[in-house]
């Protein structure tokens, strides 16, 4: 039966818009919206919905927060929960605080509407016992399916960066990626030149951009002389002190994570993303993500850059034995550092099966 009344808790307006006029409005449910936790849980209390749908990452109170106030509070509205980073565990946490189920985004229509109808005739929803856990929550196929498919994308992405002899091209790539793999609202690539340890952004985008832009200048930023000064990858709860980025976004930034490009020991670069403020807090499996994406993208940097000064040369004579062994040892070296990309997949594949037994 359509028509009930649902009301989203959701803090990006594009989700609000997408579940609302692509998902429930054609299919006959009328819509409620709410854009933090607070404001939401007023709404569920005050307009008494017959179905919720909550982020399980807001401001002022968080998804879970919210239906902990709700089993306090004696309300038995069913409630979906949606989170881009769930787990069993998280599964569990919020059944047992009363949640219908959990959809995992992103999430195709049909997924999403048969999780409403199965909550809408669950009403109300009793506290799950261990024995009809599976019948009160969607099982958690979705996660494991994007983890699979972005794993593939991630393969795919790093061929596509090793294949592209165009540096510009591979900084446009990378940012994009970047952004698709760490769910962030901003990225950052700054790359340093031959034989000079500064670094200078040479690519990003935000919410505001139509697309990549290309920079070519210096901008200061503590977090990236961190990581470069390290080499190891760096996550910040909120950006701090960080005006240069701040002006050059539009935006303030929120949690980031920024992971070094290495090429041969040698810091090529480094690739950064944030979040807006308010926004959930980047992760280990983030850094992870944008480690991999890092390792294929300073190959690609290092092939476009040999390629592009080899062109500008004038002709060569045919190789002799010193050139063809030098290019044997960059061939060399080049499958290295795929092997090292193949790795980091690897570990996010452990990491998947690590979740999976959890």
């Known amino acids: 039966m359509a028509g009930e009344t649902i009301l989203i808790v959701e803090d990006r307006q594009e989700n609000i818009t997408y579940l609302a006029n692509s998902v429930l409005k ?45 089993q306090e509070r004696g309300v038995d509205i069913p409630v979906i929960l949606t989170t881009f980073y769930g787990s069993e565990k998280v599964a569990e946490r919020a059944s047992h605080l009363g949640a219908a189920a959990c959809v995992v985004k992103p999430y195709e229509t049909s997924q999403m509407l048969n999780a409403v109808r199965r909550a809408l005739g669950t009403r109300p929803l009793p506290r799950p016992q261990a024995d009809d856990q599976p019948e009160t929550l969607i099982p958690f196929s979705g996660h494991l399916e994007r983890w699979m498919r972005d794993m593939k994308i991630l393969t795919r992405v790093g061929k596509a960066l090793v294949a592209q002899l165009d540096t510009e091209h591979v900084c446009v790539r990378t940012v994009e990626s970047a952004i698709y793999f760490s769910r962030a609202d901003h990225a950052f690539l700054f790359l340093a030149k ?42 910040q709860p909120r950006m701090v002190g960080e005006e240069a980025l701040v002006g050059i976004a539009g935006d303030p930034l929120g949690p980031a994570v920024a992971v070094p490009l290495r090429w041969q020991g040698q810091l090529v670069g480094v690739l950064l993303v944030a979040r807006l403020p308010g926004e959930a807090a ?39 034995k010193e050139t063809r062994s030098d290019v044997r040892d960059d061939l060399e070296q080049i499958g290295e550092m795929l092997q090292a990309a193949a790795e980091t997949v690897q570990r996010l594949a452990a990491r998947l099966a690590e979740e999976k037994g959890d």
């Open 26 to 70: 054609p299919a006959g449910y009328q819509v409620l919206t709410a854009i933090d936790g607070h404001q939401g849980l007023e709404s569920i209390l005050a307009d008494r919905p017959d179905l919720v749908i909550m982020d399980l990452n807001l401001p002022r109170m968080d998804g879970m927060e919210v239906l902990a106030a709700l």
């Open 282 to 320: 980047l992760s280990e499996s983030d850094a992870e993500w944008l480690t991999g994406l890092a390792d294929y993208a300073a190959i690609a940097i290092h092939n476009a850059r040999a390629y592009e000064q080899h062109t500008a040369q004038a002709p060569a004579p045919l190789p002799g």
């Open 194 to 235: 031959e034989d000079e340890d500064a670094l200078s952004l040479c690519a990003t985008r935000g919410p505001a951009d139509g697309q990549v832009r290309l920079i070519q200048q210096p901008v200061e930023s503590d977090l990236v002389r961190r990581v470069a000064r390290s080499g190891k990858a760096k996550l």
